[in-house]
């Protein structure tokens, strides 16, 4: 039984275990901490080690590095005895190195303890960096100790975390297993760092506003309520960053951003999770068409600085942000996938009639340019692959976006849709307060026709507008779905770290 233990904890293992052989191994595990803490050996009362050196570092820096004494720490991720030799790797958050260990020098007593040690433990180990026969780059340890003990086995090869409920459910294992889930995540670190470095760099100030807010605005969605019990007052997780930084825009700031969770109380799918990073800027003095080569020009340079390079794999996708984005109306828009010219719909009657005629399903709320915004999520979004600003959108789905002085059915508003979803949305801000103010009383007639997701009406922002909001273009972007765009996931739990999961009954 020992040896089929062994060969459980082996690298080269590729059947799953059984629940007995499990049980055996969990069972084994924990008599081996016993022994150790009945020694007087507990890892756990270990509280630091002086590591000198990563894996990736040694690897990079191998002709200053060899043969001379490093110090690494990490988890054991295979082993392979040879006697009174062995070789086991070390993974820490760079990499992975190889480690040779043998008695004659690192000692018996060390050894002996070495070979109950299990995959998965993590340890510290001193030695002098050479390069095997086979020209692996390596560390002869002369020193060895454990750190932590692992009472739980890691999946081999990662064979028994493929379901990817699982993976997600459990992401420290996922991160331990594969190097590339790790390289996803710090290259969304880096895509966060590059945006602030671009508005950092273009003179904006990053600022905080409230996750807690009294009023569900900014944007058309279901909210999540708490209530704040020393208020006594029922309170909402934010759905947008919008109106809190408008105030300060209000109060003279001419540039601010903000990089932060919002919370959405909607489905969940590849593309939407209840609580998601936004990245909202405003900025004085400026329109949505500055807006829009702002944008263009963020995220050249975002992706130019992670990839490299300014064309982006995306699934069977060659997406190029080094051009130009292409730019054009929701009308025309619609017109050029179906034929229908909105211009030419006049009337409430003419709109559902040709919705009919597209079979094309509106509720009896529904005004022309929400028909429009219809025609356009079923026949024109999943045709944007490559980088389109889609402009000048109907004024009955923008509430907060200043009309059009030549079109006042519309707004000076655009969204940015890539790969055929939509990954920002920016305006020209309204800030006339009366407009802002019938606004909001259309929202509130939606919201009592049955709409969960209209706004509601925000006094203390209409009389923020009353003291005088320059004109301001303003801008909102979903930085997962930049990420999953830079990274080529699928998913956007593929690029949470801790994506909302039902719970396990």
């Given at each position: 039984?020992?040896?089929?233990?062994?060969?459980?904890?082996?690298?080269?293992?590729t059947?799953e275990?059984?629940?007995?052989?499990?049980s055996?191994?969990?069972?084994i595990?924990?008599?081996?901490?016993?022994?150790?803490?009945?020694?007087?050996?507990?890892?756990?009362?270990?509280?630091?080690?002086?590591?000198?050196?990563?894996?990736?570092?040694?690897?990079?820096?191998?002709?200053?590095?060899?043969?001379?004494?490093?110090?690494?720490?990490?988890?054991?991720?295979?082993?392979?005895?040879?006697?009174?030799?062995?070789?086991?790797?070390?993974?820490?958050?760079?990499?992975?190195?190889?480690?040779?260990i043998?008695?004659?020098?690192?000692?018996?007593?060390?050894?002996?303890?070495?070979?109950?040690?299990?995959?998965?433990?993590?340890?510290?180990?001193?030695?002098?960096?050479?390069?095997?026969?086979?020209?692996?780059?390596?560390?002869?340890?002369?020193?060895?100790?454990?750190?932590?003990?692992?009472?739980?086995?890691?999946?081999?090869?990662?064979?028994?975390?493929?379901?990817t409920?699982?993976?997600?459910?459990?992401?420290?294992?996922?991160?331990?297993?594969?190097?590339?889930?790790?390289?996803?995540?710090?290259?969304?670190?880096?895509?966060?760092?590059?945006?602030?470095?671009f508005?950092?760099?273009?003179?904006?100030?990053?600022?905080?506003?409230?996750?807690l807010?009294?009023?569900?605005?900014?944007?058309?969605?279901?909210?999540?309520?708490?209530h704040?019990?020393?208020?006594?007052?029922?309170?909402?997780?934010?759905?947008?960053?919008?109106?809190?930084?408008?105030?300060?825009?209000?109060?003279?700031?001419?540039?601010?951003?903000?990089?932060?969770?919002?919370?959405?109380?909607?489905?969940?799918?590849?593309?939407?999770?209840p609580?998601?990073?936004?990245?909202?800027?405003?900025?004085?003095?400026?329109?949505?068409?500055?807006?829009?080569?702002?944008?263009?020009?963020?995220l050249?340079?975002?992706?130019q600085?992670?990839?490299?390079?300014?064309?982006?794999?995306?699934?069977?996708?060659?997406?190029?942000?080094?051009?130009?984005?292409?730019?054009i109306?929701?009308?025309?828009a619609?017109?050029?996938?179906?034929g229908?010219?909105?211009?030419?719909?006049?009337?409430?009657?003419?709109?559902?009639?040709?919705?009919?005629?597209?079979?094309?399903?509106?509720?009896?709320?529904?005004?022309?340019?929400?028909i429009?915004?219809l025609?356009?999520?079923?026949?024109?979004?999943?045709?944007?692959?490559?980088?389109?600003?889609?402009?000048?959108?109907?004024v009955?789905?923008?509430?907060?976006?200043?009309r059009?002085?030549?079109?006042?059915?519309y707004?000076?508003?655009f969204?940015?849709?890539?790969?055929?979803?939509e990954?920002a949305?920016?305006?020209?801000?309204?800030?006339?307060?009366?407009?802002?103010?019938?606004?909001f009383?259309?929202?509130?007639?939606?919201?009592?026709?049955?709409?969960?997701?209209?706004?509601d009406?925000?006094?203390?922002?209409?009389?923020?507008?009353?003291?005088?909001?320059?004109?301001?273009?303003?801008?909102?972007?979903?930085?997962?779905?930049?990420?999953?765009l830079?990274?080529?996931?699928p998913?956007?739990?593929?690029?949470?770290?801790?994506?909302?999961?039902?719970?396990?009954?």
């Amino acid at each position: 039984m020992a040896e089929n233990l062994e060969n459980l904890q082996s690298a080269e293992q590729t059947a799953e275990p059984t629940a007995e052989e499990l049980s055996e191994v969990l069972r084994i595990r924990r008599e081996k901490f016993a022994a150790l803490k009945e020694a007087g050996k507990n890892p756990f009362e270990q509280t630091r080690y002086d590591r000198t050196a990563y894996a990736q570092q040694i690897a990079e820096r191998f002709d200053e590095l060899e043969n001379q004494s490093v110090s690494i720490a990490g988890r054991i991720m295979s082993k392979r005895s040879m006697g009174k030799a062995s070789f086991f790797d070390v993974a820490d958050t760079s990499g992975k190195i190889q480690v040779y260990i043998k008695m004659n020098i690192i000692g018996e007593e060390t050894y002996e303890q070495f070979k109950k040690w299990d995959i998965g433990d993590i340890v510290g180990v001193k030695g002098e960096v050479f390069r095997t026969k086979h020209g692996e780059i390596s560390i002869r340890a002369t020193e060895a100790i454990l750190l932590s003990k692992s009472l739980l086995p890691l999946p081999e090869k990662f064979h028994g975390l493929t379901n990817t409920d699982l993976r997600y459910r459990q992401r420290y294992v996922d991160l331990i297993m594969n190097p590339e889930v790790r390289d996803v995540f710090m290259k969304r670190s880096l895509i966060i760092r590059e945006l602030r470095n671009f508005l950092d760099s273009k003179g904006y100030l990053e600022v905080e506003t409230p996750v807690l807010h009294n009023i569900a605005g900014g944007a058309a969605a279901r909210p999540f309520i708490t209530h704040h019990n020393t208020l006594n007052i029922d309170m909402y997780l934010r759905i947008a960053l919008e109106l809190h930084l408008k105030r300060l825009i209000v109060g003279g700031f001419d540039k601010v951003y903000e990089i932060g969770r919002v919370f959405r109380n909607e489905g969940m799918d590849t593309k939407h999770n209840p609580e998601f990073t936004m990245l909202e800027f405003y900025q004085a003095y400026s329109n949505y068409e500055d807006i829009m080569d702002l944008t263009e020009e963020l995220l050249r340079y975002v992706t130019q600085k992670v990839l490299g390079t300014t064309t982006v794999v995306y699934g069977s996708e060659e997406i190029d942000l080094g051009k130009p984005f292409a730019r054009i109306t929701m009308v025309e828009a619609v017109k050029k996938y179906t034929g229908v010219d909105f211009d030419e719909i006049h009337t409430l009657e003419q709109a559902r009639a040709v919705a009919k005629e597209h079979h094309v399903q509106y509720e009896e709320r529904h005004l022309k340019g929400d028909i429009l915004n219809l025609f356009f999520d079923e026949f024109v979004e999943d045709k944007l692959i490559q980088p389109t600003f889609l402009m000048d959108h109907p004024v009955e789905i923008s509430p907060l976006s200043k009309r059009k002085a030549d079109k006042p059915d519309y707004t000076e508003r655009f969204e940015l849709f890539i790969t055929g979803r939509e990954f920002a949305n920016a305006f020209s801000e309204l800030n006339d307060p009366i407009d802002q103010k019938e606004r909001f009383e259309h929202q509130l007639e939606l919201k009592a026709q049955g709409d969960e997701e209209a706004t509601d009406m925000d006094n203390d922002f209409i009389n923020a507008l009353e003291y005088g909001l320059p004109p301001t273009g303003g801008f909102g972007m979903g930085v997962d779905r930049l990420v999953m765009l830079l990274t080529n996931q699928p998913s956007i739990r593929d690029v949470l770290l801790f994506p909302t999961m039902k719970p396990i009954a």
